[in-house]
């Protein structure tokens, strides 16, 4: 551990900021929809922040993210808009897609954010093609896949990693480990105990950490990118996480282990990282606090301005759908 890169009390105060959003965010979004005022499908990334929190310490703008439709915490922790989010959940015009992709397809390229999908294992090839396009760009932008346990066992997972480990993509595959497939355990899913290992059937570093632990998931993220920047090619990093609710917002969960469900909310990465940051004197109470009112009023503002902005116009139904053609 001693030669691992640890973050400094100034990465870590912003990986709990970043965290610290996605929980509140998640919290507003939930209190909407139960209240009926939100009418979207929500699969909450509630238990798995810490992980995008950390990766994007080391992100710049123009970097790539790919993600998936539990992928809200990937794209806040990116730095998402939040006005242009709100708008994009609610289903209005002045979201990122003009209303027009919502929660299952989350995108705002000028960040970096290119893809949310819906089709389980298909945010690996868009982001091995954009390590491609980063690669012949040569400016030393990465490209970060995220996706579930579940998409590990897809092709799409393998062809992925085989063609940028052979190209030596700038591309970092991150799986984040809930142990759930929808409903099916990973247990039901694969003889297999780390799909880290995999990795070395492509000839790329793969390796299994604790995606709730900040140093661990920054040792992890520093090694990829670096080899990433470097021009030396892929890792797949598995990132052993749990969700705290199931896998569409509604859903009774009669299929998760019950007690590992209470052990990981009793472990809930967010207090033990605030308390970190109090007991190592990164930040005092007053200033965490102010840190927290802060996000709470970001969001209110942009959950204002989002329902009070139009809806599409019927007009723009067929729009978009299609490359414009140039004459
Ligand atoms: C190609 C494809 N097959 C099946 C589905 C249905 N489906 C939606 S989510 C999901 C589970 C994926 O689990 P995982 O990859 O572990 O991601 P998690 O939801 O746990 O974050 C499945 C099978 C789909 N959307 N796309
Ligand atoms: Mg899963």
Excluded at 64 to 69: A, G, Q
Excluded at 210 to 221: C, E, I, L, S
Excluded at 300 to 306: C, G, L, S
Aim: proline share 5%.
């Amino acid at each position: 551990m001693s030669n691992q890169a640890r973050p400094d009390g100034k990465t870590l105060l912003e990986i709990y900021r970043k965290a610290a959003l996605i929980k509140q965010n998640d919290e507003r979004i939930i209190k909407l929809m139960t209240a009926g005022k939100l009418v979207m499908p929500y699969y909450s990334p509630r238990g798995q922040e810490i992980i995008p929190s950390t990766i994007s310490v080391f992100l710049n703008d123009d970097d790539y993210i790919c993600t998936i439709y539990r992928g809200l915490h990937d794209m806040l922790a990116k730095g998402f808009p939040l006005g242009e989010l709100w708008a994009e959940l609610a289903g209005r015009v002045t979201g990122t897609c003009k209303g027009k992709g919502g929660p299952m397809h989350l995108t705002c390229p000028s960040r970096g954010m290119m893809v949310t999908t819906g089709i389980v294992g298909s945010s690996m090839p868009i982001a091995t093609g954009l390590g491609w396009a980063a690669q012949l760009n040569g400016r030393g932008q990465v490209s970060v896949a995220n996706f579930g346990d579940g998409a590990a066992n897809i092709g799409a997972f393998h062809e992925s990693l085989n063609m940028a480990a052979l190209w030596k993509l700038p591309v970092i595959f991150v799986c984040q480990n809930n142990t759930y497939a929808e409903h099916t355990s990973m247990a039901r899913s694969t003889r297999i105990e780390r799909y880290s290992t995999r990795a070395d059937s492509y000839g790329m570093p793969g390796v299994t950490v604790d995606g709730n632990d900040p140093d661990a998931m920054y040792a992890a993220t520093a090694a990829a990118i670096s080899r990433a920047r470097a021009g030396e090619g892929p890792t797949l990093i598995e990132a052993m996480t749990f969700r705290f609710n199931g896998h569409l917002l509604g859903e009774a969960g009669h299929y998760m282990d019950k007690e590992r469900l209470a052990q990981a909310k009793a472990n809930d990465p967010l207090p033990k990282l605030r308390q970190r940051l109090l007991d190592e004197g990164v930040a005092s109470e007053a200033e965490l606090a102010a840190l927290e009112r802060d996000i709470a009023q970001q969001i209110d503002v942009a959950v204002t301005a989002a329902f009070e902005a139009p809806f599409p116009d019927v007009s723009e139904l067929k729009r978009d759908v299609f490359a414009q053609q140039i004459a």
